[in-house]
């Protein structure tokens, strides 16, 4: 995405190019443009720029695509974390 | 052991995925509400009269369809400025089915948008002038992209939308076209399995729309690459506002009443005011700002800002009669707490994904914490009256 990049060597996004057919799938609905066609199948060209949301996983039909898909949110990560530890029981979500 | 495990199941929706939206809590069940919506809703209820923007009504071989305008009245205007700022989303939602803008005949496309009013307005109003099927989802009054990733605006719903309007005796053929972000719900290979129609990804932004379909419904690199322009930060601002209110009013409840109670309610008021200087720094200016702030995390970015406008305080001498004890607590304790509210604004951006907040998180939470704490400390020292 032109402009915001945030941290690096973070996306869990794991492609397993065997299981490509190169359906392009991926290309089309990936809002950051990690995947490029290259020859007969696609290759990932910037993972950095995942934001792990899965639809690219989800829209594979050859399940070539693995990515631990979830919420990029601080205030829903810190209600879960306390949750976890049992610190907190309030259901609220940051975006409630 | 196993509450953790069910603990980490209602984090998963159906799909096994949790949302990409800022939702921790993604609701399992399809028939209920996802969590970004209004809290317990009901679905949108049958097609009638009242649907918004109904102008009449359209015989298929199905039966009737109401047919909508493309023109937004000013109640569509005001409702729409009104959710932007967290009020009205209970009645935010309409009926699922199938709507008609113009006079669609049996070979024009169908596109699909969810049953919050936001959606639908925004599509019925960018579509003006075409004619063309709409086939709008239950996701019981959320945007696409937070159904999406709850898995509301998904694919058991699509497939059983197509059955319930019998779409396929209403069109000749078999594409349906989607926003792209709806695509983290949708598995296109098993709506085609299941329905026999094609999903085809269209673009990200209903803007493009139009485009989109005079380029012979092809989709530019353009249109399918995201943005975060100001305009779209700046909408995101007001209900961040609201929703931090209540926390805000609670600390400076604390900050006011401390200082107070131990005689000196002028520096209560004051560290009332510089808080929610810092505050307002992470809520408001940092997403203004977000690109042009230095540093990738957004807590350094939040920071950065903070320690610039405590700065500006002491040097514009405003700062003057304050003791050194607060003077070096604000230092120490305002970019902090600009930090934590621009880390908060993760959960609004298109771009963070859940890896990179967790581990940004799990370094900048203990330094705000220190900071915080070093600058409380600080300040009552500082109250402590001497001889
Ligand atoms: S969607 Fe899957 S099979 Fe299709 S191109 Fe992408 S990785 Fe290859
Ligand atoms: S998870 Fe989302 S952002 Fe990451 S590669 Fe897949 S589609 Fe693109």
């Not at chain 2, 960018?126 to 694919?155: D, I, P, Q, S, Y």
């Not at chain 2, 989709?219 to 322009?229: D, L, P, Q, S, Y």
């Amino acid at each position: 995405m032109k402009g915001f990049r945030y941290l690096e060597n973070v996306a869990t996004l794991r492609f397993t190019s065997d299981r490509c057919t190169g359906c392009g799938r991926c290309v089309e609905v990936c809002p950051h443009q990690v995947f490029e066609p290259a020859g007969e199948i696609v290759a990932v060209v910037d993972r950095d720029a995942c934001m792990e949301c899965g639809a690219c996983r989800m829209n594979c039909p050859h399940d070539a695509i693995q990515v631990d898909a979830g919420v990029g949110c601080a205030s829903g990560l810190l209600h879960e974390w306390l949750r976890e530890r049992n610190l907190s029981s309030s259901n609220r979500s940051c975006c409630s | 052991m196993n509450t953790d495990m069910s603990k980490t199941e209602n984090k998963k929706n159906r799909n096994g995925e949790t949302s990409p939206c800022c939702c921790a809590e993604a609701e399992p069940h399809v028939e209920r509400p996802p969590c970004c919506g209004p809290p317990a809703t009901v679905g949108g209820g049958e097609i009638n009269e009242k649907v918004p923007g109904f102008i009449g009504w359209l015989s298929t071989m199905t039966g009737r369809v109401p047919r909508i305008s493309s023109e937004l009245t000013i109640n569509d205007r005001f409702s729409a400025w009104k959710l932007r700022w967290g009020i009205g989303r209970m009645s935010a939602v309409l009926p699922p089915g199938l709507y008609v803008l113009g006079k669609p005949e049996r070979q024009d496309p169908v596109v699909v948008t969810a049953n919050y009013k936001m959606s639908y307005d925004l599509v019925r109003h960018a579509l003006a002038g075409r004619n063309l099927w709409l086939l709008v989802l239950e996701t019981f009054g959320v945007n696409v992209w937070c159904a999406a990733g709850k898995g509301a605006f998904g694919t058991e719903e699509l497939v059983r939308r197509i059955e319930k309007t019998g779409l396929s005796q209403v069109v000749d053929h078999r594409l349906l076209l989607l926003p792209i972000l709806g695509a983290t719900g949708i598995e296109a290979h098993k709506v085609e399995a299941r329905s026999g129609f094609r999903v085809r990804y269209a673009t990200i932004r209903v803007d493009d729309l139009p485009e989109y379909f005079d380029n012979g419904m092809v989709t530019t690199t353009a249109m399918r690459e995201m943005t975060f322009f100001m305009r779209e930060r700046l909408a995101l601002v007001p209900v961040e506002l609201v929703m931090s209110l209540k926390k805000l009013a609670a600390v400076s409840l604390l900050l006011f009443l401390v200082p107070a109670l131990m005689g000196d309610p002028g520096a209560g008021a004051g560290a009332v005011l510089a808080y929610l200087g810092a505050a307002l720094g992470g809520i408001v200016v940092v997403p203004l700002l977000l690109p042009w702030l230095p540093g990738r995390a957004f807590s350094v970015k939040g920071a950065v800002l903070g320690l610039a406008m405590v700065a500006a305080w002491y040097l514009s001498g405003i700062s003057r009669d304050v003791t050194v004890y607060a003077k070096v607590a604000a230092f120490v304790a305002l970019p902090a707490v600009s930090a934590f509210h621009a880390l908060n604004f993760t959960g609004c951006t298109p771009f963070t994904p859940r890896s990179g907040v967790k581990k940004e998180m799990r370094i900048a939470l203990p330094v705000m914490g220190c900071a915080v704490l070093a600058g409380v400390v600080l300040l009552l020292i500082g109250l402590i009256p001497r001889q």
